[in-house]
């Protein structure tokens, strides 16, 4: 997938492939300036977005591999957001060894997405104290999703809708229960930054970015479409889902979203 950037020297625009570490280092094609592009976006949303594109464009089949993937690192995101965060209660102050820890501890689950459920139930239930009600295949819609991918199965369109809607509405409420808790995965990413930005070499500009996209614009504008308020600021457990007057169902949250916030995907490419 590509974005466009903007040259910082000849503000022109440059087409960059998106990395899986959302750091780009980009030289210029037109004046030849040598600049690095930070993403501030986390690996979820990108395959959410992506898959949203395809969509948007008629790739049925490949938006259902996108979401899929988006749900599984929205998991992994989870995890390590509650890890962080338990770490920071504790008052543990050294926030990269916790990392570190993290990270290590990851690496056993890092292969098996059935080890990372477990490790998603666990964090749900000693997070939220409930049992993690979302996890059954049925409202993962699993086998609906293997169909596709594995067994090469052609989804109708409307499937597709009802599966995207799905994934966003489990995402969006579970984004809405973790609250400001997202902040200590989100805190990880900058470290990253942060590293690469110390080794840059001198008269390297280094560019940060937000894009919007299907749950940046939720997370910080605050207002989900399911109704659930996730201000910054808030305390982490103070973000329950909230009755809204006219409550959605999930595939009216899911159109309403695309609606608001699929054309500002129109940048991306493939
Ligand atoms: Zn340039």
Not at 212 to 224: E, H, I, K, L, V
Not at 226 to 235: A, E, F, R, S, V
Request: one cysteine or more; proline letters at 5%; glycine letters at 8%.
């Amino acid at each position: 997938m590509r974005f466009p950037a903007v040259c910082p020297h000849c503000q022109r625009e440059v087409q960059v492939e998106f990395a899986d570490s959302a750091v780009h280092d980009v030289t210029c094609p037109q004046c030849s300036t040598r600049f690095c592009v930070f993403v501030r976006k986390q690996k979820f949303e990108v395959l959410f977005d992506l898959g949203t594109r395809a969509l948007m464009d008629g790739y049925a089949r490949e938006a259902v591999a996108s979401f899929a993937a988006a749900l599984e690192r929205f998991f992994e995101f989870y995890v390590r957001s509650f890890a962080l965060e338990r770490a920071a209660l504790a008052g543990q102050t050294d926030f990269d060894g916790a990392a570190g820890i993290l990270e290590s501890t990851w690496r056993h689950v890092s292969s098996q997405s059935e080890r990372q459920v477990g490790m998603m139930a666990l964090a749900y239930l000693l997070r939220e104290g409930r049992e993690p009600d979302f996890l059954t295949a049925k409202a993962l819609g699993a086998d609906f999703r293997n169909r596709v991918i594995h067994r090469g199965y052609l989804p109708r369109r409307e499937e597709v809708d009802a599966y995207a809607a799905r994934v966003f509405a489990l995402i969006d409420r579970l984004l809405g229960e973790l609250g400001t808790g997202a902040a200590h995965a989100e805190l990880a990413q900058e470290r990253q930054f942060a590293a690469h930005l110390a080794a840059l070499p001198d008269g390297v500009t280094a560019v940060f970015e937000e894009h919007p996209g299907m749950f940046r614009a939720r997370r910080f504008a605050g207002a989900s479409p399911l109704g659930t308020k996730n201000l910054p600021g808030q305390p982490a457990r103070a973000a329950l889902p909230a009755k809204a007057a006219a409550p959605m169902n999930d595939a009216q949250a899911f159109q309403k979203a695309l609606k608001e916030r699929g054309p500002l995907l129109k940048g991306l490419r493939k």
